[in-house]
């Protein structure tokens, strides 16, 4: 499978443009801590990754850093995507539930 970023940029704006339509221009947050899987484990589904080696991540550092880089306060790196991601993945599913 090969991802192009023009798509994938696509796809975003699209559903992007899609929640503030929809009238939600913001999304509040109740949760801030997150069971993070180590990269070595996360795509190896038939072994489970060990429990001393899971680590938490949390929501508002992530937007924290995310934010720098939208107020150019950062530079942009590819490793913010990883922030972004548990932000994304977080409006999905709380905008579902």
Do not use: C
Request: proline share 5%; net charge negative; aromatic share 10%.
């Amino acid at each position: 499978m090969k991802i192009q970023l023009s798509g994938l940029r696509q796809a975003a704006n699209a559903l992007f443009d899609h929640l503030e339509q929809t009238g939600r221009t913001e999304i509040e947050v109740t949760e801030d801590f997150y069971w993070s899987v180590p990269e070595k484990h996360l795509y190896s589904v038939y072994t489970p990754p060990p429990e001393s080696e899971l680590t938490l991540g949390q929501l508002s550092d992530d937007w924290n850093e995310v934010a720098k880089i939208a107020s150019g306060q950062r530079l942009p790196t590819a490793y913010a995507l990883v922030w972004l991601s548990s932000l994304l993945r977080l409006i999905g599913t709380k905008l579902v539930s």
